[in-house]
């Protein structure tokens, strides 16, 4: 059974960078892609980025591209968001998720989420 955890929210303030933390188990992550989405209150689900079991395959969305980055860590079945500069507009619940079509933005195995809240 597919299983995936974030780590990494909290609290921040507008300017500081946070990085989160994904483990996934019950899957073979080095034959998955893996990928960040968030969810802000009152909208979508939104895709910010992917990564194949290649690092040199990752895929950042437009809306986030330049402040985020993601880092694989196939020995540990992990997935890393970076993201900097964060603004009030980035409070989400941040989501991992698994799955065929992650690269296309479409998860289909999903953690519980992590609370992301930046403060101006």
């Known amino acids: 059974q597919v299983q995936l955890r974030e780590f990494g929210g909290g609290l921040v303030q507008a300017g500081d960078s946070l990085r989160l933390t994904c483990t996934a188990s019950g899957l073979t992550a080095d034959t998955y892609a893996m990928g960040w989405f968030r969810q802000a209150p009152g909208k979508e689900r939104e895709f910010l980025a992917a990564?194949?079991?290649?690092?040199?395959?990752?895929v950042v969305a437009d809306s986030v591209e330049g402040r985020a980055t993601v880092y694989r860590d196939n020995a540990k079945n992990e997935l890393d968001l970076q993201m900097n500069n964060l603004s009030p507009e980035d409070t989400a619940v941040y989501y991992c998720?698994?799955?065929?079509?992650?690269?296309?933005?479409?998860?289909?195995?999903w953690g519980q989420g992590t609370q992301v809240t930046v403060s101006s």
């Open positions: 990564s194949a079991w290649s690092p040199s395959t990752a």
């Open positions: 998720a698994t799955g065929d079509a992650v690269l296309r933005g479409i998860g289909t195995n």
